[in-house]
Antibody, heavy 119, light 108 residues
Framework: EVQLVQSGVEVKKPGESLKISCKASGYNFSPYWIGWVRQMPGKGLEWMGIIYPGDSDTRYSPSFQGQVTISADKSTSTAYLQWSSLKASDTAMYYC????????????WGRGTLVIVSS | ENVLTQSPGTLSLSPGERATLSCRASQSVTGSYLAWYQQKPGQAPRLLMYHASSRATGIPDRFSGSGSGTDFTLTISRLEPEDFAVYYCQQYGSSPATFGQGTKVEIK
């Protein structure tokens, strides 16, 4: 089955670091860009950034540049989203999603990772 | 960036009725590169339409998309109970790709 499996709920304190994962299965990981999308509680979708696992080419939305780091490991078919110092405002659901071939929309989504940042 | 504004914010309709959702862009969307997604509570978004009017795999034909330039529409011809959800548009004609704020289709 073609799917993206995301890591589980995370509860962290402000200032802590975090790395969440998105593991692809059922298809060849390297040639498909993987993006990350944020959804704050009760809010809409925000495009954060995207990575090409084949060569780790990474693009960030200006709103998220410098705030997070996106990476990928071809050997494990896994993409990552990480923070060096979390803030309460990072509390959100984070989805990974596969870019559909040559176009920048997403045809396959993970179920999301809930990140809660609270003191 | 290209800002997408969806209207209405909430659409209250009964099963069997027609739903018309609007997505307006602040700049022309290159190539009509616009997608629509459906999100139900507690679930990830699901791709419905791409290139403004192409249905994604497995999407029933009661869903249709249209538009070009700055104005796009998603139409659900006859609402089924499973169609009550939040719908988002996304443009991917310019960088960064952006989403609209969503339209909730609720049961009247």
């Amino acid at each position: 089955e073609v799917q993206l499996v995301q890591s589980g709920v995370e509860v962290k304190k402000p200032g802590e670091s975090l790395k969440i994962s998105c593991k692809a299965s059922g298809y060849n990981f390297s040639p498909y860009w993987i993006g990350w999308v944020r959804q704050m509680p009760g809010k809409g979708l925000e495009w954060m950034g995207i990575i090409y696992p084949g060569d780790s080419d990474t693009r960030y939305s200006p709103s998220f540049q410098g705030q997070v780091t996106i990476s990928a490991d071809k050997s494990t078919s896994t993409a990552y989203l990480q923070w060096s110092s979390l803030k309460a405002s990072d509390t959100a659901m984070y989805y990974c999603a596969r870019r559909a071939g040559a176009y920048w929309y997403f045809d396959l989504w993970g179920r999301g990772t809930l990140v809660i940042v609270s003191s | 960036e290209n800002v997408l504004t969806q209207s209405p914010g909430t659409l209250s309709l009964s099963p069997g009725e027609r739903a018309t959702l609007s997505c307006r862009a602040s700049q022309s969307v290159t190539g009509s590169y616009l997608a629509w997604y459906q999100q139900k509570p507690g679930q990830a978004p699901r791709l419905l339409m791409y290139h403004a009017s192409s249905r994604a795999t497995g999407i029933p034909d009661r869903f249709s998309g249209s538009g070009s330039g700055t104005d796009f529409t998603l139409t659900i011809s006859r609402l089924e109970p499973e169609d009550f959800a939040v719908y988002y548009c996304q443009q991917y004609g310019s960088s960064p790709a952006t989403f609209g704020q969503g339209t909730k289709v609720e049961i009247k």
